[in-house]
Antibody, heavy 118, light 110 residues
């Protein structure tokens, strides 16, 4: 089955860290740019970051630049997002999604909930 | 990067047509033909319904139609059905090598 499955979410204190994972299956992971998109409670979708097929290019939203780091392991078909210096406003469901030839984003995971609270 | 502007809500009766607008700038919607639309039922993963302004992924019915004029993209849903009730988001690639989403539109089928 073609799918993306996020894991690693949870409750973390302000200033803390967390690493999200996104496991891909059923398709050639290394053919796709991969992205993270988040949705705060009751709010809309917000793009967070992207990485190209071999990991040599990354881009970030201004709101997370310098705090979040995207990475991937094509041998393990897995995308990661390291979240550091977390703030209350980072509380959201984090989705991973894929993109190829501008058909973006044609597959999404079910999301991982990150809650930043003391 | 400011979010693209969408109406908060749009409604229509079964069988009718509705149109959702998505307004950006020359740095995003107006600058590229890389505009996508997503259907999102709460609690589920978003679903791509339009990419590159007016292309439909396989399996998406032709009741969904995308277009663009200047800095504004539009999604038209014709023959509205009960299962079309959902949140709809547009997105666009930007000159900053990033993506930006619209604020979302809640579609209600009366």
């Amino acid at each position: 089955e073609v799918q993306l499955v996020e894991s690693g979410g949870g409750l973390v204190q302000p200033g803390g860290s967390l690493r999200l994972s996104c496991a891909a299956s059923g398709f050639t992971f290394s053919d796709y740019w991969m992205h993270w998109v988040r949705q705060a409670p009751g709010k809309g979708l917000v793009w967070v970051s992207r990485m190209n097929i071999d990991g040599s290019t990354t881009n970030y939203a201004d709101s997370v630049k310098g705090r979040f780091t995207i990475s991937r392991n094509n041998a393990k078909n897995t995308l990661y997002l390291q979240l550091n210096s977390l703030r209350a406003e980072d509380t959201a469901i984090y989705y991973c999604a894929r993109c190829k030839n501008w058909e973006c984003f044609d597959l999404w995971g079910q999301g991982a909930l990150v809650t930043v609270s003391s | 990067q400011s979010a693209l502007t969408q109406p908060a809500s749009v409604s229509g009766s079964p069988g009718q047509s509705i149109t959702i607008s998505c307004t950006g700038t020359s740095s995003d919607v107006g600058g590229y033909d890389y505009v996508s639309w997503y259907q999102h039922h709460p609690g589920k993963a978003p679903k791509l319904i339009i990419y590159e302004v007016n292309d439909r992924p396989s399996g998406v019915p032709d009741r969904f139609f995308g277009s663009k004029s200047g800095n504004t993209a539009s999604l038209t849903i014709s023959g509205l059905q009960a299962e079309d009730e959902a949140d709809y988001y547009c997105s666009s690639f930007t000159t900053r090598s990033s993506w930006v989403f619209g604020g979302g539109t809640k579609v209600t089928v009366l």
